[in-house]
């Protein structure tokens, strides 16, 4: 399912713990935040990515049969979920992979987490206590303009939000194997503000998706996405090691060059706006 480990400056993050031992950063690009009797609401992206061996290690429970609404009920040590350092126990899990869990069972649920491949998003929301970290304070928020060429009739991501429910116009699923997936500058949680020219941070989700259907066979949008940024990056010129785990077929978004002055080296030539070597 994937390619080997690349080596580059970036990688994922981890929530940072509050005194109560709470995560309270979001995983990936575009989170957003509302105000609750009990502090501030984050609804975020995580993005899972396993190899065929390796287990998920996530139980959920919840759903329409049972009378609550979706959540992570357990993560067991060593599984990609745990690993993965972005989800807690007790996290609400609102989609898998662009599907909202809303009006599903538990059975249905369970199915669907089961049926999501190696490549998983998932929609998830989490209550910080008052005062607690800011989401964004270790990131920066980047724009890029991004071309998709359409396969069939769809350009192979799903979208959410819009003016209606009160959020920006955000990619909830980038299909795997889609124009969309193998280019890489398209993640789960991307927020979009303009088709082919036209701002959208104001749309509707309606009207955002007749813009996208009137493209013709490529179609330019401008997005705006999260960068992490690292501490080890500002502690002087010692080596990183850093590792990313791109997905088969997508492309990693990196040129090389090679210098030797003033001794042989392998340089990073060019990252691509958006792409996996830039976030």
Do not use: W
Not at 40 to 51: F, S
Not at 148 to 160: D, L, Q, R
């Amino acid at each position: 399912m994937f390619d080997n480990l690349y080596m580059a400056m970036i990688f994922g993050c981890f929530r940072p713990r509050t005194d109560d031992g709470r995560d309270t950063s979001s995983h990936n690009e575009g989170s957003h935040t509302s105000s609750t009797a009990s502090g501030t609401r984050i609804v975020t992206y995580v993005e899972l990515l396993r190899r065929t061996s390796e287990p998920l290690g996530l139980v959920l429970d919840g759903g329409t049969d049972r009378d609550m609404p979706v959540f992570v009920a357990e993560l067991y040590p060593g599984g990609v979920a745990d690993n993965s350092g972005t989800l807690q126990r007790g996290d609400l899990v609102l989609a898998i992979n662009g599907v909202s869990t809303d009006p599903l069972t538990h059975q249905e649920v369970t199915s669907l987490l089961q049926n999501a491949g190696n490549y998983i998003n998932l929609e998830i929301a989490y209550d910080t206590p008052p005062g607690g970290a800011n989401p964004d304070e270790d990131t920066v928020k980047k724009m890029a303009n991004v071309t998709f060429k359409k396969e069939g009739n769809a350009f192979g991501f799903t979208i959410s939000g819009g003016k209606t429910e009160g959020r920006p116009i955000t990619v909830s699923h980038v299909l795997v194997g889609t124009a969309a997936y193998r280019k890489g500058t398209l993640k789960a949680g991307d927020h979009i503000t303009r088709i082919k020219g036209t701002d959208v941070r104001k749309a509707t989700k309606k009207e955002a998706l007749s813009l996208l259907q009137a493209c013709g066979e490529n179609c330019t949008m401008e997005i705006e996405y999260d960068v992490t940024l690292h501490s080890g990056l500002s502690e002087g010129n010692r080596p990183l090691q850093v590792e990313i785990l791109k997905p088969k077929a997508a492309s990693l978004g990196i040129s090389l060059t090679e210098s030797r002055s003033p001794c042989p080296m392998i340089l990073i030539s060019k990252i691509q706006e958006a792409g996996i070597a830039d976030r």
